[in-house]
């Protein structure tokens, strides 16, 4: 098998993406940020030499944070990106882009198609655009994978932080007008090698789980999954909740490049939450 280097292997996605290519087999490089600055075009090059598939999970996520700190996100999200796809065309190597929803306006009332026309919002969406279109620009043997709505064993998230609520308070209020796709980062990081590994067609992947809810919606199958009431989740407005960046109203994306490719997508999300619980929620 040829060598990946999974760049942001210390992240959430980076980590199950490592379990995932330890369990195929697949010999790989893990590359965590204190060890390599993507900002840096000749440290990355050197990162590079030896690995045939390039994943870059790294990125400023900080969505709120970004609309103050724009140039720094872009530092990441696009330029750091754009290094990677140049120092993986200059070797050779082929190179996965992780993305995200917020690239889209999200007042769509459909699900947003790979080649939908991107209109980001906020800055992180903006960047992460960017980054999209650097990786493209530089390095066309590359497959974009957008995501929406992550949580795994690796890191804080939704889930995580609603099961240690639901120990605190009698009830929670959660957006109900915010439409989306719970992701388990173990699917995610399966479709990513099942992507690579089958040849499927370079472009825009569409990496969410099947099925669609809301936010009160997700947490109220939380609350179901971990043996509560799923009443104690009243249904509140996005408004309640005033943030610096604007939230996405609708996050869903098509997986119409699957059934081209005549690939499974990934499971549907109540299904994955079930098998995700346990190690999800083990250290709340």
């Known amino acids: 098998m040829t060598r990946w280097l999974v760049v942001g292997a210390g992240g959430m996605l980076g980590q199950d993406l490592c379990t995932a290519l330890e369990m195929a087999g697949i010999a790989f490089t893990a590359s965590r940020s204190a060890s390599l600055d993507i900002r840096d075009h000749d440290a990355c090059s050197r990162a590079v030499v030896g690995h045939a598939i390039v994943v870059n999970c790294a990125a400023y996520t900080a969505v709120d944070d970004a609309e103050s700190h724009e140039a720094d996100a872009f530092a990441l999200n696009a330029i750091g990106a754009a290094n990677l796809a140049r120092a993986a065309r200059e070797h050779g190597a082929r190179m996965v882009q992780v993305s995200t929803d917020y690239v889209f306006a999200g007042d769509a009332d459909e699900p947003y198609a790979e080649d939908a026309p991107l209109a980001p919002r906020s800055a992180y969406g903006r960047t992460k655009a960017a980054g999209e279109w650097a990786v493209e620009a530089h390095c066309p043997e590359s497959w974009i994978v957008r995501t929406a709505w992550l949580y795994g064993a690796g890191g ?129």
Do not use: C
């Not at 998230?157 to 989306?180: C, H, I, K, P, W």
């Not at 719970?182 to 699917?187: A, F, K, S």
């Open 156 to 284: 804080g998230n939704f889930v995580r932080t609603m099961a240690r609520l639901a120990g605190e308070r009698d009830t929670l209020s959660v957006v109900d007008d915010q439409r989306g796709q719970p992701t388990w980062t173990v699917d995610l990081a399966d479709a990513i090698v099942r992507i690579v590994t089958s040849n499927a067609p370079f472009g825009v992947w569409h990496g969410t789980s099947s099925g669609e809810t809301t936010w009160h919606g997700f947490t109220q199958e939380i609350f179901r999954q971990l043996g509560l009431d799923p009443s104690r989740v009243e249904p509140t407005k996005t408004d309640a909740f005033p943030r610096p960046a604007p939230r996405p109203a609708y996050s869903v994306l098509g997986h119409e490049g699957w059934r081209m490719a005549r690939l499974a997508p990934l499971p549907g999300w109540r299904e994955s939450l079930a098998k995700a619980l346990p190690s999800v929620v083990s250290t709340v």
